[in-house]
């Protein structure tokens, strides 16, 4: 029989990794950890230069990324669905763990959430995964797009995405074909996020991308078609102190039209100036907006149940200068993610139906929301 300390020699050799992924994430999640020193991760700085499809890939330079899907499906008898799949990046802080050469060594920590929001029975279920990279179990390559968590992954080229995951009887195989190219955000190369230098990340999307394949419920194949949205965004420094949370918007309009926008939330309840957003035209122009371009109005509220976070549910968004009032409704009240086993965050991210006019003529459409912050303040680095 082992004697005790090989017994808990062995537990140690089993529980090192887990141990050194949850220090890791104290750093990510906590603002009173020390920021690591401005030589060792790149800062979203004034004057980057996009290159596609270079940049549909892993930014190992920078300390946090993230590739993330949203959708809206239909079925062949009409039934709707929502649905988000998102990878995140984070790059370890330790110095000596990246200069590791084994393969063995943890550079970068991958989280993802896959969520469907069934609209016909009012249902949402979402799944969360965490891995260390290391041995092909999660990665991103650099200069393509191909990320993945096990089975769970994101491939293809400007021309087409293609989105895998599956859990407990729900999952997805989709195609995605852009129909825009690509929209950068921001201006000079940067989508501000505050006024210092470096509080800022690189952001784009393709903001329409047909959508066809299958998706999995209950374990019953249901082929699907649809309309999807990727963003893609990179950076390396924190939120202010006083930014406690976002709230984000994508719409996507019936004349081949969309909008992006978001506000950060400050503690005294003011909204970040730095606030932005990007109103793209149906021939795929866009048009950068500020903070004072868009007003967007709480009409109701939802608390949830689970996490007892009170959230905005329902909302007015107003933009003079296109002839736009939109009012957005979601499709399901409880689309709330509490991700207690990858990046420890609650937040709601759901599909929105989307009313209202514009210069006067009536308009329609789908939208996603996400909103952080409210379940607590959020102190996740960017």
Avoid: C
């Amino acid at each position: 029989m082992p004697s005790l300390l090989q017994r808990v020699r062995r537990r140690w050799i089993v529980l090192a990794p887990i141990f050194l992924v949850f220090s890791s994430l104290l750093g990510l999640f906590t603002t009173s950890a020390l920021p690591a020193p401005e030589h060792r991760f790149r800062p979203a700085l004034p004057g980057y230069v996009y290159r596609f499809p270079w940049d549909l890939g892993s930014h190992d330079e920078f300390q946090t990324e993230w590739w993330y899907y949203t959708g809206h499906l239909l079925s062949a008898d009409q039934h709707r669905y929502g649905y988000q799949l998102t990878f995140f990046r984070r790059a370890v802080a330790s110095e000596a763990i990246r200069q590791n050469p084994s393969r063995w060594a943890m550079r970068n920590i991958y989280f993802a959430h896959f969520a469907v929001t069934d609209e016909e029975h009012d249902e949402f279920r979402f799944a969360e995964k965490i891995s260390r990279e290391g041995l092909g179990k999660a990665g991103a390559a650099t200069g393509r797009l191909a990320v993945w968590i096990d089975q769970w992954r994101a491939d293809g080229d400007v021309t087409g995405h293609f989105l895998h995951a599956a859990d407990q009887g729900r999952g997805l195989d989709l195609k995605l074909t852009p129909e825009k190219p690509a929209v950068v955000h921001g201006q000079r190369g940067i989508s501000r996020k505050g006024d210092l230098d470096g509080e800022a990340s690189h952001y784009y999307s393709f903001t329409r991308m047909k959508t066809e394949g299958t998706l999995l419920l209950n374990g019953h194949a249901i082929p699907v078609t649809g309309l999807s949205w990727m963003d893609h965004e990179f950076g390396s420094n924190q939120l202010g102190a006083e930014q406690v949370g976002w709230d984000w918007f994508s719409l996507q309009l019936e004349d081949r039209s969309e909008l992006m926008f978001y506000q950060i939330r400050r503690r005294d309840g003011s909204v970040e100036p730095a606030s932005a957003g990007t109103w793209i035209q149906s021939d795929g122009a866009s048009i950068p907006l500020r903070r004072e371009d868009a007003r967007i109005e709480v009409l109701e509220d939802w608390r949830s149940p689970k996490s007892g976070a009170r959230y905005p549910g329902r909302w007015r968004v107003t933009v003079p200068s296109l002839g736009l009032v939109v009012e957005l409704v979601p499709t399901v009240r409880d689309q709330e993610l509490i991700t207690r086993s990858s990046t420890q965050v609650t937040y709601w991210e759901g599909s929105v139906a989307v009313k209202g006019s514009r210069e006067g003529r009536p308009v329609s459409g789908v939208g996603y929301v996400e909103l952080t912050g409210y379940a607590g303040a959020l102190k996740q680095r960017l």
